[in-house]
């Protein structure tokens, strides 16, 4: 493990402000606990960020005992996204992260094509970074299959049906008859949510969302092992793919899904989803946590704007 009382440099970003710490740490020298994380996390007394972001070699990752084995489609020379939450869960795959995660490998010099795959717990996305600048990125990822579970019910600010829908992590997406943007504004979130732990027994990111309306929908979510962000990359693919389900009865198509973060927009065809949205990268800076378990009261977060 690396001597973590010299400062680690980081840089911050968002996908439609899911934001992300993202931790240079190419040959996967640090011991990311889940105090660690939750403190480089913690809004208050660290960066402050919905996840972090490790990137690393995937062959580094594997010698170093963090994966097991490399993940379907990733070759060990890849780049690959080591996902955390922001309480220091793990997760299999994060939308908005992979191209925030994208968008600075092509800023920091790391990868020099504009397409490439970026490894991921859910297996290997291939990213097409459109367009991108030092602060702003316009990035498409192909997000895999899209898989329909069953049905399932939650607790969500009111009683709501929906479907489960597996996009390399769990989601439980509820489309809700007749429900306005202002009614979805004005659901309370903040009780949480009760959820079937049969149906879902390594948790769910749950979705709530308006009916198709002019080829876009309105979603807010709840994560797993964050709360209420203000997007979700795979939440937006579960939950378009619900709401074409139950538009059409098959859940392939082409959606503009609405979050309060801003806008992405995805396609689904029967080989999988694609998602484009926009990145941001606001800030580079160092932070020193003085013990490997990270103790927020004395940390030092130097940061200067990204741009
Ligand atoms: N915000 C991410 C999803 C992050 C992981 C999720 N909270 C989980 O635990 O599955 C996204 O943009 O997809």
Known sequence: MADVDTALPF???????????????????????????????????????DGLLRV???????????????????????????????????AEMCGNGVRVFAHHLVVAGLIDRTEFVVGSRAGGRRV????????????????????????????????????????????????????????????????????????????VNIEVLTPVRDGSVHMR??????????????GTVAAAAAALLAQTGKPQGALDVHIPGGTVTVTITDDGATLRGPSRLVAVGTVSL???????????????PSV
């Not at 594997?62 to 869960?89: C, H, K, Q, T």
């Not at 809700?176 to 027994?201: E, I, K, M, N």
């Open 11 to 49: 840089v911050k970003g968002h996908g439609t402000e899911n934001d992300f710490v993202l931790l240079p740490d190419h040959q996967a020298r640090l011991d990311l606990t889940e105090d660690f994380v939750a403190a480089l996390c913690d809004r208050r007394a660290g960066i402050g960020g």
């Open 56 to 90: 690393a070699r995937t062959d580094a990752l594997v010698i170093a005992g963090v994966l097991d084995e490399i993940p379907a489609g990733v070759s060990s020379s890849d780049w690959f996204m080591d996902y955390r939450n922001a309480d220091g869960s793990i």
């Open 128 to 203: 097409h970074v459109r367009s991108a600048d030092a602060a702003d990125a316009d990035v498409t990822v192909e997000m895999g299959p899209v898989r329909i579970g069953e049905r399932s019910s939650t607790t969500l600010g009111r009683q709501l049906d929906g479907v489960a829908v597996d996009v390399g992590n769990p989601h439980l997406a509820c489309v809700v008859d007749d429900l306005t943007v202002a009614d979805l504004d004005r659901l309370d979130f903040t009780g949480g949510a009760v959820v079937d732990t049969g149906v879902f027994p390594h948790g």
């Open 221 to 234: 979510v709840l994560e797993r092992g964050v709360g209420e962000t203000r997007s979700c990359g795979t």
């Open 290 to 304: 003085p013990e490997a378990t990270g103790s927020p009261a004395e940390n030092r977060v130097h940061v200067a």
